[in-house]
């Protein structure tokens, strides 16, 4: 109320001290009304700032976007800097460029009797190792030009072709489904060389979010079973905080009729990088009340669903 | 239990943000019998009463985003939200005695247990008492400020002063406040 925090304390104080004398426990069911009417005013779990939905093809297009912004502004030597698994920055978007024509080859795009490779980073190798000695604006060039390739195929594409599956990788999953995974790996590799290069990480818009985590959310309980984690029967309420936040309650198994054993509440943009396994599942940040070991079984999980 | 926001107060507010109803039912079970009390107090009249706390918390719901846990805690804002509001009624209420002619009665509650009477009765002496020995032009400010949640550009416009000079007196009072009651308010604790 002041600015001034000594001032602002000592407001504090006095106001606990009248609070607590004031204090009358309310008549029985107050709470159930208050609740009633104030739901009826906003629903549950819809964020106050819930962005306006956007396709997968324009979640895709902004990643595609980010990406090469980011690559457009490193020197010829940053290009050779070491991210993740011995690959630099150039055989990283070398993988990337791997992936991009393996999901032509899903789209129907790319040349008949090629089949799409089951294996998501070998399969990438040697097209990874072959930008070894290349200019690196050729490397992006290659790049852009074959997700331009998609774009222009997809972009404006009717609903019924967003839901037609496709299988990439082992995966299989509508079309605007993998555009959301697709824009989720851009942008995780967009981390992976902004940290090689010292620059600063950059989430991405929130309506781009909200796909990623729902997403997330909806493949969460096949991630758990790739982790091995016996959690059938069990059910989590998911409480993701910030830009593509939101409230989740997954019940694992076909038939679970558990109540709600752990409530998890943790960062939405963190949570993505634990997708990603980016962060430790065992040292992930987040509030947990209930099973610990449910909440662990679900970080495994999402882990699980990382592609690298 | 690991955290990742800076205090329990911004937690509530990231959950209420992404419409976690837990999260309310929470801050309910926490503030509402302070909320209910402070209104309660004001307003005299169970219902009104009532209706003053459903109208606190269902704005808290719909506007999380008001509360700024950089200025102070959700206690203090929802004790805030319940005064004006709370005080809105009772002139309302005023207004329309006065318009049918009759007389507008205010009681006030009892503590919520025997056990919580003495010592409200001590915390609240002890704040009065100290309010009462400050300077009248510093008291004003400090229950204004206090009591009725204006802020320092309101109460200044209402005692009809600078904001500066408003900010230097509510400044002096809470140093001497501060001097005051923190040994009582260490004795009580």
């Given at each position: 109320m002041t600015g001034d925090s000594t001032s602002m304390n000592t407001l504090e104080e006095l106001r606990t001290a009248l609070d607590m004398a004031h204090a009358a426990t309310p008549p029985p069911g107050l709470d159930t009304r208050v609740m009633a009417t104030a739901l009826r005013r906003r629903p549950a779990h819809?964020?106050?700032?819930q962005a306006p939905a956007i396709s997968p093809v324009e979640a895709y297009r902004q990643a595609v976007a980010s990406l090469d912004a980011t690559l457009g502004q490193l020197h010829d030597e940053q290009w050779h800097l070491p991210t993740i698994r011995d690959l630099d920055v150039q055989a990283l978007v070398g993988h990337l460029i791997g992936v991009e024509e393996h999901l032509h080859l899903a789209l129907g795009l790319g040349p008949d009797g090629v089949s799409v490779p089951e294996d998501h980073i070998a399969s990438t190798d040697p097209v990874a190792l072959a930008q070894r000695g290349r200019p690196p604006q050729h490397t992006r060039q290659e790049w852009r030009t074959l997700t331009d390739r998609t774009l222009e195929h997809l972009w404006g594409a009717r609903h019924d072709v967003l839901q037609v599956e496709v299988r990439l990788h082992g995966i299989v999953l509508p079309v605007g489904s993998m555009l959301t995974v697709r824009a989720f790996e851009l942008w995780i590799h967009e981390e992976d060389i902004r940290r090689a290069t010292g620059q600063p990480l950059v989430a991405p818009g929130r309506a781009a979010l909200q796909l990623m985590t729902g997403l997330a959310l909806d493949l969460l309980p096949a991630g758990v079973a790739m982790a091995g984690r016996d959690v059938d029967g069990r059910s989590a309420r998911i409480v993701l905080t910030g830009a593509g936040g939101g409230v989740w309650e997954k019940r694992f198994g076909p038939a679970c009729t558990d109540p709600i054993a752990v409530r998890i509440v943790a960062d939405a943009v963190s949570f993505c990088r634990l997708v990603a396994n980016r962060v430790d599942p065992a040292t992930f940040p987040a509030d947990i009340s209930g099973d610990d070991t449910l909440a662990r079984d679900v970080f495994a999980g999402a882990a699980a669903l990382a592609l690298d | 239990m690991v955290t990742w926001v800076d205090t329990a107060d911004d937690a509530v507010r990231a959950r209420l943000l992404v419409g976690d109803e837990e999260a309310l039912a929470e801050v309910f079970d926490r503030y509402g019998s302070l909320v209910y009390g402070l209104a309660r107090r004001v307003v005299g009249d169970a219902a009104a009463a009532e209706d003053v706390v459903q109208e606190v918390f269902t704005w808290l719901w719909t506007h999380p985003d008001r509360f700024d846990p950089a200025r102070g805690s959700l206690r203090a804002f929802l004790g805030i939200q319940a005064q004006r509001r709370a005080i809105d009624t009772v002139r309302s209420s005023v207004r329309r005695a006065a318009r049918e002619g009759r007389h507008h009665d205010v009681d006030v509650p009892e503590p919520s247990s025997p056990g919580a009477e003495v010592e409200a009765a001590a915390v609240s002496a002890a704040v009065r008492d100290a309010i009462g020995r400050l300077p009248v032009e510093q008291r004003e400010v400090v229950e204004l400020a206090y009591f009725g949640g204006y802020t320092q550009r309101e109460l200044a416009s209402l005692l009809g002063i600078p904001e500066g000079t408003a900010k230097s007196r509510l400044r002096l009072a809470q140093s001497k406040l501060s001097s005051w009651l923190a040994p009582q308010m260490m004795e009580l604790a």
């Amino acid at each position: 109320m002041t600015g001034d925090s000594t001032s602002m304390n000592t407001l504090e104080e006095l106001r606990t001290a009248l609070d607590m004398a004031h204090a009358a426990t309310p008549p029985p069911g107050l709470d159930t009304r208050v609740m009633a009417t104030a739901l009826r005013r906003r629903p549950a779990h819809i964020p106050v700032d819930q962005a306006p939905a956007i396709s997968p093809v324009e979640a895709y297009r902004q990643a595609v976007a980010s990406l090469d912004a980011t690559l457009g502004q490193l020197h010829d030597e940053q290009w050779h800097l070491p991210t993740i698994r011995d690959l630099d920055v150039q055989a990283l978007v070398g993988h990337l460029i791997g992936v991009e024509e393996h999901l032509h080859l899903a789209l129907g795009l790319g040349p008949d009797g090629v089949s799409v490779p089951e294996d998501h980073i070998a399969s990438t190798d040697p097209v990874a190792l072959a930008q070894r000695g290349r200019p690196p604006q050729h490397t992006r060039q290659e790049w852009r030009t074959l997700t331009d390739r998609t774009l222009e195929h997809l972009w404006g594409a009717r609903h019924d072709v967003l839901q037609v599956e496709v299988r990439l990788h082992g995966i299989v999953l509508p079309v605007g489904s993998m555009l959301t995974v697709r824009a989720f790996e851009l942008w995780i590799h967009e981390e992976d060389i902004r940290r090689a290069t010292g620059q600063p990480l950059v989430a991405p818009g929130r309506a781009a979010l909200q796909l990623m985590t729902g997403l997330a959310l909806d493949l969460l309980p096949a991630g758990v079973a790739m982790a091995g984690r016996d959690v059938d029967g069990r059910s989590a309420r998911i409480v993701l905080t910030g830009a593509g936040g939101g409230v989740w309650e997954k019940r694992f198994g076909p038939a679970c009729t558990d109540p709600i054993a752990v409530r998890i509440v943790a960062d939405a943009v963190s949570f993505c990088r634990l997708v990603a396994n980016r962060v430790d599942p065992a040292t992930f940040p987040a509030d947990i009340s209930g099973d610990d070991t449910l909440a662990r079984d679900v970080f495994a999980g999402a882990a699980a669903l990382a592609l690298d | 239990m690991v955290t990742w926001v800076d205090t329990a107060d911004d937690a509530v507010r990231a959950r209420l943000l992404v419409g976690d109803e837990e999260a309310l039912a929470e801050v309910f079970d926490r503030y509402g019998s302070l909320v209910y009390g402070l209104a309660r107090r004001v307003v005299g009249d169970a219902a009104a009463a009532e209706d003053v706390v459903q109208e606190v918390f269902t704005w808290l719901w719909t506007h999380p985003d008001r509360f700024d846990p950089a200025r102070g805690s959700l206690r203090a804002f929802l004790g805030i939200q319940a005064q004006r509001r709370a005080i809105d009624t009772v002139r309302s209420s005023v207004r329309r005695a006065a318009r049918e002619g009759r007389h507008h009665d205010v009681d006030v509650p009892e503590p919520s247990s025997p056990g919580a009477e003495v010592e409200a009765a001590a915390v609240s002496a002890a704040v009065r008492d100290a309010i009462g020995r400050l300077p009248v032009e510093q008291r004003e400010v400090v229950e204004l400020a206090y009591f009725g949640g204006y802020t320092q550009r309101e109460l200044a416009s209402l005692l009809g002063i600078p904001e500066g000079t408003a900010k230097s007196r509510l400044r002096l009072a809470q140093s001497k406040l501060s001097s005051w009651l923190a040994p009582q308010m260490m004795e009580l604790a």
